[in-house]
């Protein structure tokens, strides 16, 4: 079974330009979440998207940051315009049904970010 | 207070060694527990779920105190391959997002 995937795997941009990440989730799951990963940290929801939904952005700067997810699969998130605090990692994970304590999320390779 | 805590590391260990790391939450109503294990630069991969009788995965044991609120993952005879960041992950009970502590560094070396 194909897994979650991302791209582009890398990106380096300067400060005030745009930017955007693409997410395929595992076939069938109707719940995809978009994280950022700063090192060092954990992982920080940024959105949560059920089918073609939103769930939760309550910690997605929506002045810069945007996502869509309009067919239900797969998925894109903008920043635009970057800040240099924007670097980090973008994880895009997928789960089946997003409710309940067995419900499994998978994460993809992520995007690595940089702003200069 | 975080909602989940890690001591950060890193633990550097010999090869061989047992090694345990301790992670508590906040969320005195969560219910599932999670071990993630985080290689350089790569995405976080399910390690382990950790239930309330304590389970064993081969080399690796979670335990869980709900009284304490804490959670234990011990590593067994560790080898080089387990050298990898390891994330505490607690599911929040309300509305089943995943909550995670920093992560704890461990160093195997030979």
């Known amino acids: 079974e194909a897994g979650v995937a991302q791209s582009p795997r890398y990106k380096i941009i300067e400060k005030r330009q745009s930017v955007a990440f693409w997410c395929n989730p595992i076939s069938g799951h109707a719940t995809l979440y978009w994280y950022q990963q700063i090192l060092g940290q954990g992982p920080k929801l940024l959105i949560q998207f059920q089918n073609n939904g939103v769930v939760d952005d309550s910690q997605l700067p929506k002045d810069r940051f945007s996502a869509e997810r309009l067919k239900g699969v797969d998925s894109t998130l903008k920043i635009q315009p970057a800040k240099l605090e924007d670097s980090a990692v973008y994880l895009c994970a997928s789960s089946a049904t997003g409710t309940g304590a067995r419900d499994t999320q998978y994460f993809g390779p992520g995007t690595r970010l940089t702003v200069l | 207070r975080k909602e989940v805590e890690q001591d950060p590391g890193p633990f550097n260990v010999p090869e061989g060694a047992t090694v345990a790391f301790n992670c508590t939450y906040s969320?005195?109503?969560?219910?599932?527990f999670f071990w993630y294990r985080q290689d350089c630069r790569k995405e976080p991969k399910l390690l382990m779920s950790?239930?309330?009788?304590?389970n064993e995965d081969g080399r690796f044991t979670a335990q869980l105190n709900r009284a304490s609120q804490y959670i234990s993952l011990l590593i067994r005879d560790s080898k080089l391959s387990d050298s990898a960041t390891y994330l505490c992950v607690v599911k929040a009970p309300s509305n089943y997002q995943l909550i995670w502590g920093a992560g704890t560094k461990l160093i195997i070396k030979p």
């Open positions: 969320n005195s109503a969560s219910q599932s």
């Open positions: 950790v239930y309330s009788s304590g």
